[in-house]
């Protein structure tokens, strides 16, 4: 099985709503004999992707976010450094804005961000900056906090950033956010310059294969199950 024929027979792995133990087997030891690159594995990370958001009626959400970590698994680039990264970084001591910005400013290709709030013009400057090279970018966030005074979410929005909200009484309250799908962030730490001056908050940046597919496949559930940001025309 070549490269290209693996992207093609991947759905299949899909059709009875999970990855058994023996096709798990079977792509281990594809990906295996292939010695694919990282951009490969990637490119077949994407293809996954979109497997999950087309994937019949039939086949539950939960179904399919569970195969699709399954697959994140198995793809996510086997190299010397994976595992290597593991950071902490407390605030208001460390500068963990500065931080973020700069994950922001290395991404090259994915930005996913999961966020209850975003006030930090540093933060959504950086945000603006990746979108504009021309990066995918992603954003969940409350719906209620899209509106606090000094929100900068739409604002993204109107740039063209997609963002979904999660419109519901109850709060979205994660802090989290991926990076190429490789590299994650996640913390107690509020996107806001309170939480940069102020608070006592920390973020952790791991590129931890155990810790990242499940993060992957938690906004992929969410980003299917909210609503793209609405303001007055704008929709993203």
């Known amino acids: 099985m070549d490269f290209d024929e693996l992207q093609q027979r991947l759905p299949e792995t899909l059709e009875d709503g999970r990855l058994s133990r023996s096709e798990r087997r079977a792509l281990r030891a594809v990906l295996e004999d292939l010695d694919l690159t990282v951009d490969q594995r990637l490119q077949i990370t994407d293809r996954a992707f979109e497997i999950a958001r087309s994937a019949p009626g039939s086949i539950s959400e939960e179904q399919t976010i569970d195969w699709l970590e399954g697959v994140i698994k198995l793809l996510l680039p086997r190299s010397a450094k994976s595992g290597d990264r593991s950071e902490a970084f407390f605030a208001p001591r460390q500068d963990c804005a500065r931080h973020i910005c700069q994950l922001l ?27 504009r090279r021309g990066l995918a970018v992603r954003i969940i ?3 209620e906090k899209s509106w606090d005074r000094g929100s900068d979410i739409w604002e993204m929005a109107s740039d063209g950033v997609a963002v979904r909200l999660d419109n519901s009484k109850e709060h979205m309250h994660h802090k989290f ?22 608070n006592q908050e920390n973020i952790v940046v791991t590129d ?5 597919p499940s993060f992957l496949s938690e906004f992929e559930r969410l980003w299917r199950s909210f609503s793209p940001a609405r303001q007055s025309g704008v929709e993203r």
């Open 177 to 198: 956010a991926i990076f190429d799908r490789l590299l994650l962030v996640t913390g107690s730490y509020n996107w806001t310059r309170s939480a940069s001056l102020r």
């Open 105 to 131: 400013d290395e991404a090259s290709s994915t930005v996913d961000v999961c966020v209850f709030t975003i006030t930090n013009d540093s933060i959504t400057r950086a945000v603006m900056r990746a979108h």
């Open 141 to 143: 966030t409350d719906d």
């Open 208 to 212: 931890e294969r155990r810790l990242v």
